[in-house]
C-alpha cells in the first residue's frame, strides 16, 4: 500500500503562485507515476499533470502548460506541483495520485490511478 500526504494550497489573488506538496510512503516502488488532478464544484476530476518518477518525465494537459511545473525528490518520495500565474478557473480541490508505469499513458484518467492524498484547496479570486 502507499498512502499520500498532501500540502500546501490556501488562498491567492490572481497572477499568483502556489505550492503543492504530495508525500509518499509506503511500497512506493511499485508506483512510480505520480499525478496531479483537480476537481471544482460541480465538475469532474480532471488530470492537470504526472510524472514518471523514475525518469523524471512530466506532461501536462494543454490549459496549465507554461504555468505548472511538476517535480520530483526521490530522496524524499516528495512530489510537488509549482502553480504560478494562476487564474480564477484554477480553484479547486488538488489531488495527488500514485500510478503503475501505466499510469502516466493513460491520458490523466482518474481511473488509471490507484492511491491518492487527501485533496487540498486551491482558491484563486480575480
Known amino acids: 500500500q502507499v498512502q499520500l500526504a498532501q500540502s500546501g494550497g490556501g488562498s491567492v489573488q490572481a497572477g499568483g503562485s502556489v505550492t503543492l506538496s504530495c508525500a509518499a510512503s509506503?511500497?512506493?516502488?511499485?508506483?512510480?507515476?505520480m499525478g496531479w488532478f483537480r476537481q471544482a464544484p460541480g465538475k469532474e476530476r480532471e488530470g492537470v499533470t504526472h510524472?514518471?518518477?523514475?525518469?523524471?518525465?512530466?506532461s501536462y494537459v494543454d490549459s496549465v502548460k507554461g504555468r505548472f511545473t511538476i517535480s520530483r525528490d526521490n530522496a524524499k518520495n516528495t512530489v510537488y506541483l509549482q502553480m504560478d500565474s494562476l487564474k480564477p478557473e484554477d480553484t479547486a480541490i488538488y489531488y495527488c495520485?500514485?500510478?503503475?508505469?501505466?499510469?502516466?499513458?493513460?491520458?490523466?484518467?482518474?481511473?488509471?490511478?490507484?492511491?491518492w492524498g487527501q485533496g487540498t484547496q486551491v482558491t484563486v479570486s480575480s
Open positions: 495520485a500514485a500510478g503503475t508505469l501505466w499510469s502516466c499513458s493513460g491520458n490523466f484518467r482518474p481511473a488509471a490511478f490507484v492511491y
Open positions: 510524472i514518471y518518477t523514475r525518469d523524471g518525465s512530466t
Open positions: 509506503g511500497y512506493t516502488s511499485s508506483y512510480p507515476c
